[in-house]
């Protein structure tokens, strides 16, 4: 496994900022009548940066529409991570279920060439979809084998690999909330098999699910994702999942994700205020719970 340092803070443990959001953002924007072009996009991912990174260990961005412009501007605080998106914008589906695909290129080598700390890859699947008997692709399977390349790839490389494993059923599927949880645990347990050097993970459930994630993951570090709830009840699933293993969190909305609804000049003045005084709050709880990646490795 290759060290996290590039993206943890000094003590081990990651406070990591996520704006790689493409089609998200743009309909976020879309929603609340905000102009949404690829210049209002990058203008946004600009602004976060540069007012949450200084107290961020890692960002997590895109390349066209984050990493360039960031650098361009010269936003980014000195010693902070970058964390690459490595998955299409673009999903791949078939008859409504997610087909997982890597983009040609778009590997370690990649990650290094662009300046970057560390490559991430979501995939979205179902962990327990039945193996097919009547020839068709066995979506499950294929998924495995995708992530189990780049994994192999970055540890070749010595680029840390980050997975971030999303549940998805198929269409006309409707599992239960506490189904979906159960299924987040046994997702990750399939994943951290192939032995990544970070999964990022949808909230388990509770205290229960978060210890059944860290007793199963074994040396595989784990970080929550915020999945846009709100700040207030990601701060509460941060601390239960820091105190039942998980070694930081990877967010998003639940940070600046009110932004969206404002110009520019009101966007900024928010960011640098309520926005960073939630990232500095999620900060002070990691500060005082939770394990270092160093510990889970052993």
């Excluded at 003590?11 to 493409?22: F, I, P, T, W, Y």
């Excluded at 969206?260 to 640098?272: E, I, N, Y």
């Amino acid at each position: 496994m290759t060290s996290l340092a590039p993206i943890a803070d000094r003590h081990g443990k990651l406070a990591v900022l996520a704006m790689d959001q493409r089609g998200t953002l743009r309909r976020m924007l879309t929603e609340v009548g905000r102009p949404s072009t690829t210049t209002d996009l990058s203008e946004f991912k600009v602004d976060v940066v540069e007012m949450l990174s200084p107290a961020a260990s890692g960002v997590l961005l895109d390349l066209e529409l984050g990493v360039e412009p960031v650098r361009q501007a010269g936003v980014l605080a000195d010693g902070v991570g970058v964390l690459l998106a490595a998955e299409p914008a673009d999903k791949r589906k078939i008859d409504g279920e997610h087909h997982t695909v890597a983009e040609p290129g778009k590997d370690a080598g990649w990650v290094r060439e662009h300046g970057c700390d560390a490559l991430k890859f979501l995939v979205q699947w179902n962990p327990d979809r039945p193996t097919p008997t009547d020839g068709s692709l066995d979506l499950s399977a294929i998924s495995l084998d995708v992530v189990g390349q780049i994994v192999r790839d970055c540890a070749a490389a010595g680029v840390p690999g980050v997975i971030e494993p999303l549940i998805a059923v198929a269409p006309r599927t409707s599992p239960s909330q506490a189904d979906k949880e159960a299924m987040v645990v046994r997702s990750a347990v399939r994943m951290a098999a192939l032995g990544m050097d970070l999964l990022k993970i949808e909230w388990p459930g509770g205290a229960a699910g978060c210890q059944a994630v860290t007793d199963q993951l074994g040396t595989v570090p784990w970080a929550l994702l915020s999945a846009g709830v709100t700040y207030d009840q990601f701060v509460e699933r941060t601390r239960v999942a820091l105190d039942h293993g998980a070694v930081g969190f990877i967010a998003g909305r639940a940070i600046w994700g009110e932004a969206v609804g404002m110009d520019r000049s009101q966007r900024r003045a928010w960011l640098g205020s309520v926005a960073r005084q939630r990232l500095t709050g999620l900060i002070e709880v990691l500060a005082d719970h939770g394990r270092t990646w160093q510990e889970v490795r052993g």
